[in-house]
């Protein structure tokens, strides 16, 4: 499952054309329904909303769209609880995106491949303190420039 980092490079045409575009063609990729919206929200053109409405129409038509449910939901809250207990205040809005995201991206077994390793890796490592496990892959976007 590709995060919101990756996706935006790709719709640019600057990165990650040719890894998305392969998982994608073996069947390995998931939507997530938050990613969606992160990039609906962000949209600048008509354009990018008709590229967005083709994304969510040929991932909601092969049924690959990883959408947070109750428990998702009710974990994050739990680990943006948890982080502001041992860290101090967090504002629960600037990070409940990533939060679900991830829960989500780990209920499904997927891995979660994001340019913000760092970032996630916090609320892996407080996902680990809730027996929970899963994957993130780093990628870095001079790896994967588009010609």
Do not use: C
């Not at 991830?102 to 027996?131: D, I, K, M, P, Q």
């Amino acid at each position: 499952m590709f995060d919101t980092s990756i996706y935006i490079p790709y719709f640019r045409r600057e990165a990650y054309r040719s890894l998305i575009e392969a998982q994608t063609r073996k069947g390995r990729n998931r939507l997530s329904s938050v990613v969606l919206q992160e990039l609906y929200a962000g949209a600048r053109s008509p354009t990018d909303k008709r590229l967005l409405d083709g994304l969510n129409q040929a991932f909601t038509a092969s049924g690959y769209v990883v959408t947070p449910g109750h428990e998702e939901w009710a974990l994050a809250g739990q680990l943006l609880n948890l982080y502001a207990r041992r860290h101090g205040f967090l504002n629960p809005r600037s990070h409940v995106a990533d939060v679900l995201i991830l829960v989500s991206a780990f209920g499904t077994g997927a891995v979660l491949v994001t340019e913000n390793v760092r970032h996630f890796s916090t609320w892996l490592r407080l996902l680990g303190r809730r027996r929970i496990s899963g994957a993130i892959l780093g990628v870095r976007r001079e790896d994967h420039l588009e010609p």
